[in-house]
C-alpha cells in the first residue's frame, strides 16, 4: 500500500508459489490468505470445479488444513465472482486453469488486488503444466518449494505418476497414483522424449515466427 495525497492506494501484485504434488503449496497458500485475514483485508479464495478430491468447496492440504473456497469453471469467472472490495485473490490448483488466466491476473492486479496462486509447475513428464510457465513469467514474486522423495529423502521438485501407462495430462490423485521424487529418482515414462517433444515444439514454432 502507498499513500498519495493523503488517500491510501493499493498496489496489486502477482504471488505464485509452486512445486511438485505434497511440497506444501496448499499450507503456505492458506497461511498467507490467513495472515491476509488477520490483517482485516477482504480475501477471496478460488479453486477449480475439476479439483473435488477432498471437498467440493473447500481448499485442504495433505497436512488437513482447510479454508472455504469457491469452485469455478473457467478463469473468467473469478473476474466475475470478485467484489470491488476485495483486496486478496487466492487461487488454488492454479495448473488447470485455461491460459486466459495470465489475463484475469494481470486486470486484478492493476485494479490494486493482491493475487496469490498454487501449483504444479510441471506435470507427471516434467513439463510445464498448462498456463504455468506464463504465469511464472509475469509474477513479481515467485517461490518454487519442496516436497520429500519418497525414495531417498532428498528434496524433491518432481512429481512421479506410479502407473505412467495413464498418460493424459489431467488425471486427478492423490499418493494412490503420484508421489513426490527428487531429480535422480522421478525416472520419467519414455525417459526425456516427451521433455524433447516439448522443446522441439517450441522451437519450431519461434522459427515459425522468424519467418513471418
Ligand atoms: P501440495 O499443495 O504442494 O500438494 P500440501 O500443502 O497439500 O502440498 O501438503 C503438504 C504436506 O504434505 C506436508 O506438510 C506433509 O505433511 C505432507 N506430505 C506427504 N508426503 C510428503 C512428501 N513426500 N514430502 C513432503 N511432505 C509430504
Ligand atoms: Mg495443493
Same mark, same amino acid.
Given at each position: 500500500?502507498?499513500?498519495? !495525497? !493523503?488517500?491510501?492506494?493499493?498496489?496489486?501484485?502477482?504471488? %505464485? #508459489?509452486?512445486?511438485?504434488?505434497? =511440497?506444501? @503449496?496448499?499450507?503456505?497458500?492458506?497461511?498467507?490468505?490467513?495472515?491476509? *485475514?488477520?490483517?482485516? /483485508?477482504? #480475501?477471496?479464495?478460488?479453486?477449480?470445479?475439476?479439483?473435488?478430491?477432498?471437498?467440493?468447496?473447500?481448499? #485442504?492440504?495433505?497436512?488437513?488444513?482447510?479454508?472455504?473456497?469457491?469452485?469455478?469453471? =473457467? =478463469? $473468467?469467472?473469478i473476474l /466475475? @465472482? %470478485?467484489?470491488?472490495?476485495?483486496? %486478496? %485473490?487466492?487461487?488454488d490448483e492454479?495448473?488447470?486453469? +485455461?491460459?486466459?488466466?495470465?489475463?484475469? $491476473?494481470?486486470?486484478?492486479?492493476?485494479?490494486? $488486488?493482491?493475487?496469490?496462486?498454487?501449483?504444479?509447475? /510441471? +506435470?507427471? @513428464?516434467?513439463?510445464?503444466?498448462?498456463?504455468?510457465?506464463?504465469?511464472?513469467?509475469i509474477a513479481?514474486?515467485? +517461490?518454487?518449494?519442496?516436497?520429500?522423495?519418497?525414495?531417498?529423502?532428498?528434496?524433491?521438485? @518432481?512429481?512421479?505418476?506410479?502407473?505412467?501407462?495413464?498418460?493424459?495430462?489431467?488425471?486427478?490423485?492423490?499418493?494412490?497414483?503420484?508421489?513426490?521424487?527428487?531429480?535422480?529418482?522421478?525416472?520419467?515414462?519414455?525417459?526425456? *522424449?516427451?521433455?524433447?517433444?516439448?522443446?522441439?515444439?517450441?522451437?519450431?514454432?519461434?522459427?515459425?515466427? /522468424?519467418?513471418?
Amino acid at each position: 500500500m502507498s499513500f498519495f !495525497g !493523503g488517500s491510501p492506494i493499493f498496489s496489486g501484485s502477482i504471488e %505464485v #508459489v509452486c512445486g511438485p504434488m505434497f =511440497s506444501g @503449496k496448499t499450507e503456505e497458500l492458506i497461511r498467507r490468505v490467513k495472515r491476509a *485475514q488477520i490483517a482485516r /483485508q477482504k #480475501v477471496q479464495i478460488f479453486k477449480p470445479a475439476i479439483d473435488n478430491r477432498y471437498h467440493e468447496t473447500e481448499v #485442504v492440504s495433505h497436512s488437513s488444513l482447510s479454508i472455504e473456497a469457491t469452485p469455478v469453471n =473457467s =478463469s $473468467v469467472e473469478i473476474l /466475475q @465472482k %470478485v467484489f470491488d472490495s476485495t483486496r %486478496v %485473490v487466492a487461487i488454488d490448483e492454479v495448473q488447470f486453469f +485455461d491460459e486466459n488466466i495470465t489475463v484475469v $491476473v494481470e486486470k486484478l492486479a492493476r485494479r490494486g $488486488v493482491r493475487v496469490i496462486m498454487a501449483g504444479l509447475d /510441471q +506435470d507427471f @513428464k516434467g513439463v510445464p503444466f498448462g498456463p504455468m510457465a506464463s504465469l511464472l513469467a509475469i509474477a513479481d514474486s515467485v +517461490d518454487k518449494i519442496h516436497a520429500i522423495c519418497t525414495l531417498c529423502g532428498a528434496p524433491a521438485t @518432481k512429481t512421479f505418476r506410479k502407473n505412467p501407462k495413464n498418460s493424459e495430462q489431467v488425471l486427478v490423485g492423490e499418493t494412490d497414483l503420484y508421489e513426490a521424487r527428487c531429480r535422480s529418482h522421478a525416472d520419467f515414462f519414455g525417459e526425456d *522424449q516427451d521433455q524433447l517433444a516439448f522443446f522441439v515444439n517450441l522451437n519450431s514454432a519461434s522459427d515459425k515466427s /522468424q519467418n513471418l
